[in-house]
């Protein structure tokens, strides 16, 4: 069976962000992209253009819904209001699963607006854990969280970041949103082994994969989405579906974005690994279907 529980036992294929910049060209060509995400926080609201623009995508794509502002590990409960909000929106896109971020970035109502990481203690793994049953149990939907790239760490941390992922999900009992670029990006500023991460997650979690690209520095990397996707996340992605089989898989581009196209063109090199592990799943249906 495609998908997981996770991700409403949906293959949805290769999707793209849905940007402003490509609106126009989305309407008027009506290109062939399998499903788009949207960021939740952009369309939180009443009424006009943006709920109207995606009213118009969804007369014609499938959409996911992708967060930026949950933050599972901040220490304040989540707000009710923007809870209620994110549910009216739920209910008209019918995301099949929501996605948002394993981090912290606000206190006592103040927000950074940054995706910051967490020590990765027990303390932390309850709470967040915690939090995230309490959003899953509101929206009603599965959640995946997904991993952050970083460029600090905690001296008091009690175990890699993937240990600490792999106890949060299992304690939440949520999907994974697994980012290969963050992966890589944090592997590098944190010098681990990036494959060592991926063959540790759940691979019956995984509800989704991001890939994208980024920018290099003397000292570090950056997790810009303002690049083509590298060789080596690419051999991070094709991994993950080794191990995870076919899943939904979105390309990032945020900064500096190049026509639609270009765009879409970038993301569809990722069925070159989809399109085998699709077949590997057929096989066995195929030789139930003829007994």
Known sequence: MAG???????????????????????FSHK???????IISENYMIDGGRPLHMLDRIMEQYKVVQHGVSMYFGSSQAPDREHLSRLKTLTKRTHTPWLSDH?????????????LLPLPYTWEAVEKTAARIREVQDFLEIPIAVENVSSYAEFTFSEMTEWEFLNEVVERADCGILLDVNNIY????????????????????????IHIAGHSRYEKYILDTHDHPVIEPVWDLYARAIERCGP????????????????????ARKAEKYLQPAQSK??????????K
């Open 4 to 26: 997981n529980r996770f991700n409403g036992f949906q293959n949805h294929g290769v999707g793209i962000g849905l940007r402003i910049p490509h609106y126009d060209h989305i």
């Open 31 to 37: 290109p062939a992209v399998d499903w788009f995400e």
């Open 102 to 114: 394993l981090c912290w970035g606000s206190i006592d109502g103040t927000y950074s607006h940054d």
């Open 185 to 208: 990006v944090s592997s590098v500023n944190h010098n681990f082994a990036p494959m060592d991460y991926v063959n540790a997650v759940p691979a019956e979690r995984v509800a989704q």
């Open 247 to 266: 899943t939904p898989t979105l390309l990032e581009w945020d900064d500096r974005i190049p026509a639609f196209d270009e765009v879409h063109a970038e």
């Open 281 to 290: 799943e057929l096989v066995p249906e195929l030789i139930g279907a003829a």
